[in-house]
């Protein structure tokens, strides 16, 4: 792991669920079934979820479980299950979880296209995609992608720009996402994705 990576971990920053509790406060409402974290980082956000989603079994993914905390995380009710895999191919049937999370970790992902495919694929229909990133049209994303690969966090980190976001959710075949920002400029933006309920 890169020092940078290591000093980050350390911050209360990287231990916040902010970012999840902004997000999950503007969910619709989901169908029945589990919820996915890709890169899941130190735990904190599975943790999390899992607490504020006691009636549903949460499963965690990331790439590397370098920055894994489980003695430092306190779990809801049901224990959330950690998975090393990749999100371009999910090890997950078709249909089988309500909300899939992304936050802070589209933009280290590779194979972008495949990522929301796989998403699509594995989510029930009504289920919800929600992502939270820096927007790539903000003016310190260029910023966060310097410090990302000078750093040795992520060779491909890219802030994406909001319509390049759009596209990838169109051609994976979800509706228009809606987006949300704590402020009019903020850097972060989240997105709601929902796949729908019946062919149109
Ligand atoms: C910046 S961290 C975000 C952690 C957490 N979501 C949070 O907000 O605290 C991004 C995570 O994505 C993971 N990651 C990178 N590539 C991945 C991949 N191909 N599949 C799954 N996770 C990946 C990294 O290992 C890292 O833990």
């Given at each position: 792991?890169?020092?940078v990576?290591?000093l980050?971990?350390?911050?209360?920053?990287?231990?916040?669920?902010r970012?999840?509790e902004f997000?999950l406060?503007?969910?619709?409402q989901?169908?029945?079934?589990?919820?996915?974290e890709i890169?899941?980082?130190?735990?904190?956000?599975?943790?999390?979820?899992?607490?504020?989603?006691p009636?549903?079994?949460?499963?965690?993914?990331?790439?590397?479980?370098g920055c894994?905390?489980?003695?430092?995380?306190?779990f809801?009710?049901?224990?959330?299950w950690?998975?090393?895999?990749s999100a371009?191919?999910?090890?997950?049937?078709?249909?089988?979880?309500?909300?899939?999370?992304?936050i802070?970790?589209?933009?280290?992902?590779?194979?972008?296209?495949?990522?929301?495919?796989?998403?699509?694929?594995?989510?029930?229909?009504?289920g919800?995609?929600?992502?939270?990133?820096?927007?790539?049209n903000?003016?310190?994303a260029?910023?966060?992608?310097?410090v990302?690969?000078?750093?040795g966090?992520?060779?491909?980190t890219?802030?994406?720009?909001?319509?390049?976001?759009?596209?990838l959710?169109?051609?994976?075949?979800?509706?228009?996402?809606?987006?949300?920002r704590?402020k009019?400029?903020?850097?972060?933006?989240?997105?709601?994705f929902?796949?729908?309920?019946?062919?149109?």
């Amino acid at each position: 792991m890169s020092l940078v990576k290591k000093l980050f971990a350390k911050t209360p920053m990287a231990r916040s669920t902010r970012a999840y509790e902004f997000g999950l406060a503007r969910l619709p409402q989901l169908p029945t079934g589990g919820v996915l974290e890709i890169g899941t980082g130190q735990g904190y956000g599975a943790a999390f979820l899992s607490r504020a989603f006691p009636e549903r079994q949460v499963i965690a993914i990331d790439i590397t479980y370098g920055c894994f905390k489980p003695d430092r995380l306190e779990f809801g009710a049901h224990r959330p299950w950690f998975v090393q895999a990749s999100a371009p191919y999910l090890p997950f049937a078709d249909g089988v979880f309500a909300l899939a999370t992304a936050i802070m970790t589209f933009h280290c992902l590779p194979e972008p296209q495949r990522v929301f495919g796989e998403v699509f694929r594995v989510l029930k229909k009504g289920g919800v995609f929600l992502m939270a990133d820096v927007d790539g049209n903000h003016r310190i994303a260029p910023w966060f992608e310097r410090v990302e690969h000078w750093g040795g966090i992520s060779p491909i980190t890219r802030a994406y720009p909001p319509a390049e976001i759009e596209k990838l959710g169109a051609e994976a075949g979800f509706p228009p996402p809606r987006t949300f920002r704590r402020k009019p400029r903020g850097f972060m933006i989240w997105y709601i994705f929902q796949k729908q309920k019946s062919p149109l």
